[in-house]
């Protein structure tokens, strides 16, 4: 038996909803995007503002804080992962793992093909494991240290690893927001699966193109390549480069494809590192442990030569300690979210603007802006499906679009747009592992912005290509109709 309303919360008005947002949206972007101040701060002032206003109207302080709790229980997986690939880097750098996988890159990757490779191989590695995360978080990393080495583009090589790694992140059966997306909308996964290559494919398609094109501008005299060949003799100084160094890697992609709990995934594939690194490279137990904790630095290796500064600042990362703050950072975004919910604005916005929808193409971009919007508010997918769903689901049915609709504008505006801005969780996840501001690599982020325009230009014509991209519930009856 469902609860009765609570008859003290009144629903605020049309007017008064757009207070809280005018302020909230100068908060983040002219403190963040504009005065660089820090964006813990501003989400949780931006929160306060957003409670202020539930308060006014008749929400408790308990609610708003009851709110939150359940948000951060539902997020406590994502936090323990985000500290598992913290953990993983730290391990993989002690054990040779990431060097490996850089030196490969340096002997094997021509200059010229750098950017477009970095999308490619990105995107298999996250459409095996299903995390966009793990993707970034091992071989993104590695990829910008080849990048690094060879004095290109940080802020392409790590656009075109952002796109990969979301691209397989939206088309993975493994992957936990293309699950809940598909739920909430009421899809079936893998339909909802093929109806999104409909956007993804051109997505790639002007990646690969993009990524092709900015590396012929990458020549043999612009690219370091006197500096290649002394960091391929550094690394083969500091660690013994064995083929078994790719054990870690391997158990991670092993266990993703027969689905194993990804935090069990990441702890056996970091325990591996551990001992290969013991047994390959000699290292000391104690710094073992330590890399995994505080993270790896080059004072580990046994073999005490020196090392450059260059080198140095592409080995000594990760540890549980670096995503600390990313781990504060959530704790911000939950408080945000729930007085967001909590207030009623969004609902309030929303159902006024669904009213005034009068075309398929209309509906769907609302849907994009919305989800959009939406999750640069709370930064929770799974919250953000749910709540676009709530909103928009009656208006999908009533114009006779099939769930997958709704769940594939989900994917493209909310999955792949939220890593862009760096007050969201994703965000500040890739910023951190990959050392490249979110502004920075936003342009070149090809196939995350790309999906959502490909997304409102099909709904759009669909009058001209009579339905192509968008599925009804019953065909029969949309031309009986016409």
């Given at each position: 038996?469902?609860?009765?309303?609570?008859e003290?919360?009144?629903r605020?008005?049309?007017?008064?909803?757009?207070?809280?947002?005018?302020i909230?949206?100068?908060?983040l972007?002219?403190?963040?995007?504009?005065?660089?101040?820090?964006a813990?701060?501003?989400?949780?002032?931006?929160?306060?503002v957003f409670?202020l206003?539930?308060?006014?109207?008749?929400?408790?302080?308990?609610?708003?804080?009851?709110?939150?709790?359940?948000?951060?229980?539902?997020?406590?997986?994502a936090?323990?992962?985000l500290?598992?690939?913290g953990?993983?880097?730290?391990?993989?750098?002690?054990?040779?793992?990431i060097?490996?996988?850089v030196?490969?890159?340096?002997?094997?990757?021509?200059?010229?093909?750098?950017?477009?490779?970095?999308?490619?191989?990105?995107?298999?590695?996250?459409?095996?494991?299903?995390?966009?995360?793990?993707?970034g978080g091992?071989?993104?990393?590695?990829?910008?240290?080849?990048?690094?080495?060879?004095?290109?583009?940080?802020?392409v090589?790590?656009?075109?690893?952002?796109?990969?790694?979301?691209?397989?992140?939206?088309?993975?059966?493994?992957?936990?927001?293309t699950?809940?997306?598909?739920?909430?909308a009421?899809?079936?996964?893998?339909e909802?699966?093929?109806h999104?290559?409909?956007?993804?494919?051109?997505?790639?398609?002007?990646?690969?193109?993009?990524f092709?094109?900015?590396g012929?501008s990458?020549?043999?005299?612009?690219?370091?390549?006197?500096g290649?060949?002394?960091?391929?003799?550094?690394?083969?100084?500091?660690?013994?480069l064995?083929?078994?160094?790719?054990?870690?890697?391997?158990?991670?992609?092993?266990?993703s494809?027969?689905?194993?709990?990804?935090?069990?995934v990441?702890?056996?594939?970091?325990?591996?590192?551990?001992?290969?690194?013991?047994l390959?490279?000699?290292?000391?137990?104690?710094?073992?442990?330590?890399?995994?904790?505080?993270g790896f630095?080059?004072?580990?290796?046994?073999r005490?030569?020196?090392?450059?500064e260059?080198?140095?600042?592409?080995?000594n990362?990760?540890?549980l300690?670096?995503?600390?703050?990313s781990a504060?950072?959530v704790?911000?975004?939950?408080?945000?979210?729930?007085?967001?919910?909590k207030?009623?604005v969004?609902?309030?916005?929303?159902?006024?603007l669904?009213?005034?929808?009068?075309?398929?193409?209309g509906?769907v971009?609302?849907?994009?802006?919305?989800g959009?919007?939406?999750i640069n508010?709370?930064?929770?997918?799974?919250?953000?499906?749910?709540?676009?769903?709530d909103v928009?689901?009656?208006?999908?049915?009533?114009?006779?679009?099939?769930?997958v609709?709704?769940?594939r504008?989900?994917?493209?505006?909310?999955t792949?747009?939220?890593?862009?801005?760096?007050?969201?969780?994703?965000?500040?996840?890739?910023?951190?592992?990959?050392?490249?501001a979110?502004?920075?690599?936003?342009?070149?982020?090809?196939?995350?912005?790309s999906?959502?325009?490909?997304?409102?230009?099909?709904?759009?014509?669909?009058p001209?290509?009579?339905?192509?991209?968008?599925?009804?519930?019953?065909?029969e009856?949309?031309?009986?109709?016409?």
């Open positions: 038996m469902a609860n009765p309303p609570d003290s919360v009144r605020p008005g049309v007017a008064a909803a757009c207070v809280p947002v005018v909230t949206v100068a908060v972007v002219g403190g963040i995007g504009i005065l660089k101040y820090p813990e701060l501003m989400l949780v002032f931006a929160g306060v409670a206003f539930a308060l006014w109207h008749g929400v408790s302080w308990e609610q708003v804080l009851t709110n939150m709790g359940e948000k951060l229980k539902s997020a406590l997986p936090v323990l992962i500290l598992s690939i953990m993983l880097i730290g391990t993989w750098m002690i054990a040779g793992t060097p490996l996988m030196y490969y890159g340096l002997e094997l990757i021509d200059p010229a093909y750098l950017y477009v490779l970095s999308f490619v191989v990105t995107a298999i590695v996250a459409t095996f494991t299903g995390t966009s995360w793990g993707a091992t071989i993104g990393v590695a990829l910008l240290g080849v990048a690094q080495t060879m004095d290109v583009s940080l802020a090589t790590a656009g075109a690893v952002v796109s990969g790694a979301y691209f397989g992140d939206k088309l993975s059966p493994l992957s936990d927001t699950n809940m997306s598909s739920l909430a009421g899809a079936n996964l893998y909802h699966i093929r999104m290559l409909y956007t993804a494919l051109p997505s790639s398609v002007l990646a690969v193109v993009v092709l094109v900015a012929t990458i020549t043999t005299s612009s690219a370091d390549l006197g290649v060949e002394e960091v391929i003799a550094e690394l083969h100084g500091l660690f013994t064995n083929p078994l160094l790719l054990i870690p890697p391997l158990v991670v992609l092993a266990g494809v027969t689905r194993k709990p990804p935090l069990v990441l702890f056996s594939s970091s325990m591996s590192a551990l001992l290969l690194a013991l390959v490279q000699g290292a000391d137990p104690g710094d073992l442990f330590a890399s995994a904790v505080s630095t080059t004072d580990m290796l046994p005490g030569e020196e090392v450059s260059v080198l140095a600042g592409l080995l990362r990760g540890g300690y670096s995503m600390y703050n504060f950072f704790f911000c975004a939950f408080f945000f979210a729930s007085a967001l919910e207030s009623g969004l609902r309030v916005l929303l159902e006024g669904i009213r005034r929808l009068r075309s398929t193409g509906l971009l609302t849907t994009l802006v919305s959009f919007a939406i508010g709370t930064s929770n997918a799974l919250v953000t499906f749910f709540l676009v769903k928009y689901g009656d208006a999908f049915r009533a114009r006779n679009l099939h769930p609709n709704l769940s504008s989900m994917e493209d505006s909310v792949i747009t939220e890593v862009l801005m760096p007050w969201t969780v994703s965000g500040v996840f890739f910023a951190t592992t990959l050392g490249v979110n502004f920075e690599f936003l342009p070149w982020a090809v196939f995350n912005w999906g959502f325009l490909f997304s409102a230009l099909i709904a759009f014509l669909v001209l290509t009579r339905g192509f991209g968008v599925r009804r519930i019953e065909p009856r949309e031309r009986s109709a016409a």
